[in-house]
Every structure is written in C-alpha cells, then in structure tokens.
C-alpha cells in the first residue's frame, strides 16, 4: 500500500487519455476498523461481525469515508505534493471486506488551461467488482517538472 512520494507534476507534464499506475490496496480488519473510528464513525458495521452479519452483510465493511480518502490518496500520490484537490465525486458499489484487496485506477480525462485543472476518472475494484467509480479534480502547478 505505500508508494514512494513522486515529485510534483505539472499541467504540462500531464496528458488526456494517461494512466494512472494501479495501487493495490490490502483490506484489512485493522484498516475497516481503524478508519472508521479515525473518521468518527461508531456505525457497528464497520466494526463488530456479528452486527454487521445481523443487517445483512457478510462482515464488517469499509466506511465512505476511508474510500474516500484512499481515493484522494491515490490522486495526490500520483500528482505530488503541488496538487491541490477541487472536487471529488464519488459513488459506492461492491463493498471492501477484510480478506480482500482493492486496487485502485485512473485515468486523466480532461484538462482546463485556465485554471490547470486535471480531471481523472478513478475506479478500485475487489473481487466482487466495482467498489468505488468517480472523479477527482486536482489544480497542478505550471512550468517544467522538478
């Protein structure tokens, strides 16, 4: 799950059309858990079995916010540090339940000179299919890359 910090990229260095490298990401108990208290969400089907099997589910699952995040992760990961995030959009799917990995991709679907806006189309997947699917919005700073 952890990468090397990239350098900044800039507007220019970046293409319509490029792809994201994929990030797997292991879903463990620890992260379903963690994060969500992390967040501040006691919701117990992030976190006690036997509840979270009681409403339907198979086991505890991961919260919207930490897909969030991971998310906004992969985007600024792949961007480097002089990224600043303008808008995400995401939608839920299949859920992340320990035992399983996501793996996140993207790809750069539009650029906006004005204000060196990118939009990637982002997509994590398990092995019950789409888990999240959106958009994320970074602002990239002008000039040669560092």
Do not use: C
Not at 39 to 66: C, W
Not at 77 to 92: E, T
Not at 93 to 101: E, F, K, Q, R, S
Not at 125 to 138: E, F, Q, R
């Amino acid at each position: 799950m952890t990468a090397p910090a990239a350098p900044t990229r800039t507007y220019d260095d970046v293409t319509v059309g490029e792809a994201l490298p994929p990030l797997e990401i292991p879903v463990t108990r620890s992260l379903i858990v963690a994060t969500a208290l992390a967040s501040r969400d006691y919701q117990d089907v992030h976190h006690d079995p036997e509840l979270a099997r009681a409403r339907g589910s198979k086991d505890i699952f991961m919260n919207i916010l930490t897909t969030n995040g991971l998310v906004d992760r992969y985007a600024t990961g792949w961007a480097g540090p002089g990224a600043v995030v303008r808008a995400l959009r995401i939608r839920l799917g299949a859920p992340n339940h320990p035992g399983d990995t996501m793996v996140l991709t993207g790809t750069v679907v539009t650029k906006t000179d004005a204000d060196r806006r990118v939009e990637i189309a982002v997509r994590g997947t398990n092995s019950l299919g789409a888990h999240v699917t959106g958009t994320i919005a970074l602002s990239l700073p002008a000039g040669a890359p560092r």
